[in-house]
């Protein structure tokens, strides 16, 4: 089982990127799925999450500026990123909770799969 993160890379503050995450070896379509980032001498954060039904969830300080969706036919799950902070940089991870029932969970314990992270730096 593998969660497969692409899309980072180097943006001016303001602009937009596009993460997606390839889930490979299972179907995610009944998980959680997540967002993660860790920052430089910081800890791992909470971005967003998306149930298996759809609910979504964000952290405050990416609120109305990111979207996180999923393709259950294509098994995988993105988070569309805009209006772009240079405190947005960070190594963004996907995650996905296969023990739970698929709803939110937004906790880093509560995810067992994770993928290898991509690096998103803002510039200012």
């Known amino acids: 089982v593998q969660l497969q993160a692409s899309g980072g890379g180097l943006v001016q503050a303001g602009g937009s990127l596009r993460l997606s995450c390839a889930a490979s070896?299972?179907?995610?379509?009944?998980?959680?799925m997540g967002w993660f980032r860790q920052a430089p001498g910081k800890e791992r954060e909470f971005v967003s999450a998306i149930s298996w039904s759809g609910l979504t969830e964000y952290a405050d300080s990416v609120k109305g500026r990111f979207t996180i969706s999923r393709d259950t036919d294509k098994n995988t799950v993105s988070l569309q990123m805009d209006s772009l902070k240079p405190e947005d940089t960070a190594v963004y991870y996907c995650?996905?909770?296969?023990?739970?029932?698929?709803?939110?969970?937004?906790?880093?314990?509560?995810?067992?799969?994770w993928g290898q992270g991509t690096l998103v730096t803002v510039s200012s």
């Open positions: 070896g299972r179907t995610f379509s009944t998980d959680a």
């Open positions: 995650a996905a909770d296969t023990i739970g029932l698929g709803d939110i969970v937004t906790k880093v314990f509560e995810y067992n799969y």
